[in-house]
């Protein structure tokens, strides 16, 4: 196996804009917000990025295809930046461009940014989009919500669930994203919400309510990554958050046509998340991960992360979620910042804002949702469709622990 | 000489049934006369069938009665072709997965058309399917929008052992105007209906009827079914009066639970009678339209071996009661209703792709790996099982007739369609492959997982721009076949 990448590359500095309905700005507008946060954090001058990488997803009505849009808006100093785009993956494949050149040597310094203005395109929800030429032919005009809802249906099936008794864990994990989220000034939704109004919402996608749906939000999240000699050499002498690991896992459509998955779980995600333990070094993920930042787009997709991560068992993970295992205070706290659910989801921003989380909160920064001394993160994003997706999946933690 | 004849027929008629005292309750207001036709169902079809998917459908069932038919001649009749210049027929025959070696016709213009297009096909002896199908739309609030009824019928025909055989056929070509629909026009426009009866029915179609009886030598009395078609039931007795035919020999009109299906009622009528007929009938059939269709047939021995899977009975029996009579509209498209954001997307099809694609799309053929034995759809270039994933080792394998059952599904408030929800999920096929489809003719909260399911052929997409209809396959309870 190759060598990885564990180590080889310190955060500088992070940024996130607050995520929302940000009518009052325009995709460059949270660009700024975001960089220039982590400008600051990282305490460096513009000029020393030697690369950057631009994840933007869908809202191409605001930024157009290429990556001149971010060279343009920060002003950088006409350096090779790329554009990425991998579903709801994107954010954390511009970090992945990043921390692999860093790792490579092939730059000193490198920034990450994903932005996402998607309430400009007029839509609740996604924005619908053409599959394909042929794809258009024959798939069912599918949504996020619809794709995912079928997670449920294949996963009562397979554990002879109660529909019932899974829309209640369902429930509980949207209730503890509105409860962390209540607590966080950058967050989308901020409102506390009872169970039972969350049981009772209208349906968007059978068997997923509105409030087991996360918000469309506009918003813009940066890193800028450094080797650790880069970083002391920059003058940095007090503890540096390190990347552990990032993998990526695609599907080769056998999800899509094949009966070996039975659309109970990701596949994609178990793959990432083993070589992520392994590049990483952690053999005991519920013992050794502190904190997780899952790709909650819908409920039902972090109760069954919660399970492809190895932090439950198969077929367990409803339990350990009504027991309250992944909340603030449980075993394993997931989305402690409200996760894509109440923080929110600007596509290319969300996997970069899940390392913010994770970076916040291993540098104590997090304020009233802070947990207690967290050492190791996990964020994972899913794009795409249960059937046919995109996972990605980073661990960080301090440098040299 | 062999005889040519009728080797197989079926019905199709659409799962829907809208109570026509829905309709009445919903115009009344405007027309208190129509409660005097309150009484009964119609056919209606559901938001993504059209006389081209019910085309298919009966086809398809009257191809499975005959195995080993082969149609040297494929003919599709409607006044209500989805297309006005794109072969129908031809769209139909690779539907049914048929091989491009044969010659297909499209027979439109008026009611008569399917009987017309019979006629031609027993006349001609060539092994040809005929298909006829009819989706009329009627003005809101007329009678006729009570009186019409949705549905398709196919007929097998040629010399192998026929189960009817033909006789003789007589046609008269008059153009008395009872109605007519002008070129582009949605609805007709009817004219009063003692003088169409009075003036026109009661005269063109005895006349016909006695033609054709005496080019055959039959006496009115020979016939032991007859199928007036294109009139109403009184109308049709009348008709019988006239001619000295005994009522008890009428065929029933299927007015109480179908409606009047246009080109292919008589078509419709004629298969109710063989699906009941014993060997040696005779059966007279007429249809009323600008003049009068005839034709005589007798049926043969092979008759009572014959057995259809899916009787105009049985599909009578098993229909769907609708009472919304808005959602109706909204399917026709006679009221326009806000879709939302979602659906102003732009729709227009790559119709090179489409070419490229077209046998995997409308006739549903996928893949089997010749290595492992993996089925798949679609077929691409590697085999998609992960434990085999070979090239170039994929051969054609046709999804259209599989049975399989819901692996997952959904049922989406949000997604775009006519009919909301949309169903759809993951369907996993008996013999393998696995393919996310749309469910059509479940009813919401309907789907579980492990539900049996069929293949129907539907209108997948709608251009509401530039008018193109796309078609593909959709997984339908396998239960309501069954129930027929």
Redesign the interface.
């Known amino acids: 196996m190759a060598q990885g990448i564990r180590d080889k590359v310190a955060i500088l500095g992070m940024g996130c804009s607050r995520f929302g309905e940000r009518w009052d700005c325009s995709a460059e507008d949270l660009i700024a917000e975001s960089f220039h946060e982590a400008l600051a954090d990282a305490n460096i001058d513009r000029d020393q990025i030697d690369a950057a990488w631009f994840g933007l997803a869908m809202d191409e009505q605001n930024l157009g295809k290429s990556a001149l849009s971010l060279s343009h808006a920060l002003r950088l100093p006409n350096i090779a930046v790329t554009r990425v785009e991998n579903l709801c993956a994107t954010g954390s494949e511009a970090l992945r461009g990043a921390v692999h050149a860093v790792a490579a040597g092939a730059a000193d310094i490198a920034l990450a940014l994903g932005v996402e203005k998607l309430k400009d395109t007029?839509?609740g929800?996604l924005p619908?989009?053409?599959r394909g030429?042929?794809n258009?032919?024959?798939?069912?005009?599918?949504?996020a919500?619809?794709?995912f809802?079928?997670?449920a249906?294949?996963y009562?099936?397979r554990y002879d669930l109660k529909m019932d008794t899974l829309k209640e864990a369902m429930a509980h994990i949207s209730w503890k994203s509105h409860e962390n989220g209540s607590k966080n000034p950058k967050a989308h939704l901020r409102r506390r919400l009872s169970k039972e109004s969350i049981l009772a919402a209208p349906?968007?996608?059978?068997p997923?309510g509105l409030f087991d749906c996360c918000g469309v939000s506009d918003g813009s999240a940066c890193a800028i990554v450094a080797s650790p000699e880069m970083a002391r050499r920059l003058g940095r002498t007090g503890d540096l958050v390190s990347v552990k690991s990032i993998q990526l896992s695609l599907s080769?459509?056998?999800e899509?046509?094949?009966?070996?998955w039975?659309?109970s779980f990701a596949r994609t995600t178990r793959i990432a998340a083993q070589k992520a333990y392994r590049e990483a070094g952690i053999s005991d993920p519920l013992r050794e991960l502190d904190l997780v930042e899952v790709h909650d787009c819908f409920s039902i997709t972090e109760l069954v992360t919660m399970e492809d991560l190895g932090l439950s068992r198969p077929g367990q993970g409803y339990r350990d979620v009504l027991e309250g295992k992944f909340d603030a205070d449980g075993e394993v706290a997931s989305n402690i910042d409200g996760g894509l659910k109440c923080f929110g989801h600007p596509i290319g921003a969300s996997g970069l804002r899940m390392v913010y989380e994770a970076y916040t909160q291993l540098l104590n920064r997090a304020g009233d949702r802070q947990l207690v001394r967290p050492k190791r993160a996990l964020t994972h994003n899913l794009g795409g469709f249960p059937?046919n997706n995109v996972c990605s999946i980073s661990i960080l933690g301090m440098l040299g622990d | 000489m062999l005889d040519t004849g009728i080797i197989s027929i079926a019905a199709y008629l659409p799962r829907l049934r809208l109570a026509r005292q829905a309709i009445v309750n919903a115009n009344k207001w405007a027309n208190p006369a129509l409660a005097s036709l309150a009484k009964g169902h119609r056919t209606i079809c559901t938001h993504d069938e059209d006389s081209l998917t019910m085309g298919v459908e009966a086809g398809r069932n009257c191809m499975a009665a005959t195995p080993g038919f082969s149609a040297d001649l494929v003919q599709f009749a409607s006044t209500t072709a989805p297309f006005a210049d794109r072969a129908n027929a031809v769209i139909l025959a690779e539907a049914l997965a048929l091989p491009a070696d044969l010659r297909c016709a499209d027979f439109a213009g008026f009611q008569g058309c399917g009987v017309t297009a019979l006629i031609d096909a027993l006349e001609n002896g060539r092994p040809t399917l005929t298909v006829a199908a009819d989706k009329r739309v009627a003005r809101v609030a007329s009678a006729q929008e009570l009186t019409l009824g949705h549905g398709a019928a196919a007929v097998a025909t040629g010399t192998r052992n026929p189960i009817a055989r033909f006789v003789v056929a007589h046609c008269t070509s008059v153009d008395f105007v009872d109605h007519y629909r002008a070129a582009k026009a949605q609805t007709d426009y009817l004219l009063e209906e003692r003088w169409v009866r009075d003036e026109g029915h009661i005269k063109l179609a005895p006349a016909a009827i006695k033609a054709v009886l005496q080019k055959a030598a039959w006496q009115a009395g020979d016939a032991d079914h007859v199928i007036i078609a294109g009139v109403g039931r009184n109308v049709a007795r009348q008709i019988a009066d006239l001619c000295a035919i005994a009522p008890d020999r009428l065929a029933d009109t299927l007015d109480a639970s179908c409606g009047e299906t246009g080109s292919a009622h008589a078509l419709i009528m004629l298969c109710h009678v063989l699906e009941r007929a014993a060997p040696g009938q005779k059966i007279l059939l007429a249809n009323v339209a600008q003049g009068c269709q005839t034709l005589l047939l007798e049926t043969t021995d092979a008759i009572a071996a014959w057995k259809s899977d899916h009787t105009v009975r049985q599909q009578l029996d098993s229909g769907v009661e609708d009472e919304n009579y808005l959602r109706f509209l909204s399917f026709s498209e006679q009221i326009d209703v806000d879709w939302g954001?979602?659906a102003e997307?732009d729709?227009r099809?790559?119709l090179?792709?489409?070419n490229?694609?077209r046998k995997?799309?409308t006739g549903f053929i996928g893949g089997l790996c010749t290595a492992c034995g993996?089925r798949?759809?679609?077929k691409?270039q590697y085999c998609?099982?992960?434990?085999c994933r070979q090239s170039d080792a994929l051969v054609d394998e046709p999804f259209q007739h599989k049975t399989g059952t819901v692996?997952?599904?959904?049922?989406?408030?949000?997604?775009?369609?006519t009919n909301p929800?949309?169903r759809?999920?993951?369907v996993?096929f008996d013999d393998?492959?696995?393919?996310?489809?749309?469910f059509s003719d479940f009813e919401p909260g309907q789907l579980?997982?492990?539900t049996p399911v069929r293949c129907v052929f539907r209108i997948?997409?709608r251009d509401p721009r530039r008018r193109f209809h796309?078609y593909?396959w959709k997984a339908a309870p396998l239960s309501m076949m069954k129930a027929r």
């Open positions: 007029g839509y929800g619908e989009r053409s030429t042929f258009d032919l024959w798939q069912p005009g599918a949504t919500p619809g794709s809802a079928q997670f249906s294949a009562m099936a349906m968007v996608a059978y997923l080769n459509g056998s899509m046509s094949h009966n070996s039975d659309g059937n | 954001v979602r997307r729709n099809t790559a090179s792709a489409f490229r694609h995997a799309v993996a798949q759809f679609p691409g998609v099982n992960p434990e692996k997952s599904y959904t049922e989406d408030w949000l997604a775009v369609t929800p949309l759809y999920g993951n996993s393998g492959g696995v393919i996310m489809m749309e579980a997982v492990g997948k997409d796309r593909f």
